[in-house]
């Protein structure tokens, strides 16, 4: 770990692999670590980076927790999206209401397992594992919730786009149904 400790604004991106809640002299701070980065420390609760994140990115927090609870019908510790457009998925180990939660980058876990300890272990992309204080149960919830989220939001989109790429071809078979009634009058003035 990084002996610094940065007060800075952190903005979560994709290469976010997770944000955990560190003890420092009685203060709560967040160990942030990248794709292939060294962990560090941020001046900030991982709640805090979380909304600070979800300001940068011209939302609030509430707001995403709202659009997930619309999208996915999932109410109870709601996994958000942060960059939609990058498929930045993350998820918490715990309620907003406990300060020492865990947050998860969706993309970037390789595979989770249980602990020695009724702890969970998390695998990342880049080789690092953490131990986490949370039950594989609990863990395996958070994450399925992340999956099912990014699910709809992917699906709702697809949708979107085919009914879009259907309404163009509507559009242009009216066009030609259009052209080809001019075709069929011009045709009656010849004759």
């Not at 560090?40 to 709640?47: A, E, R, S, V, W």
């Not at 249980?114 to 990342?124: A, L, V, W």
Request: include cysteine; glycine fraction near 2%; proline fraction near 4%.
């Amino acid at each position: 770990m990084e002996d610094c400790m940065t007060g800075a604004r952190y903005i979560i991106h994709e290469t976010t692999m997770y944000i955990r809640p560190v003890i420092i002299d009685d203060c709560i701070y967040s160990e942030v670590k990248e794709y292939e980065q060294p962990v560090f420390i941020i001046n900030h609760q991982p709640l805090e980076l979380i909304e600070q994140s979800c300001y940068f990115y011209n939302t609030t927090y509430s707001a995403r927790k709202e659009k997930t609870r619309i999208v996915a019908d999932i109410c109870q510790k709601p996994p958000i999206v942060l960059k939609p457009e990058t498929g930045t998925y993350f998820f918490p180990s715990h309620s907003d209401r406990v300060k020492e939660m865990h947050w998860f980058n969706l993309d970037m876990i390789k595979y989770y397992r249980k602990g020695k300890y009724n702890d969970t272990e998390i695998c990342f992309d880049d080789g690092s594992v953490i131990a986490v204080p949370t039950s594989y149960y609990i863990i395996n919830t958070q994450f399925l919730h992340a999956v099912k989220l990014e699910y709809c939001l992917r699906t709702k989109a697809q949708k979107k786009v085919e009914m879009m790429r259907r309404e163009a071809e509507m559009r242009q078979t009216y066009t030609n149904i259009y052209e080809l009634l001019a075709m069929y009058a011009l045709l009656e003035r010849q004759v």
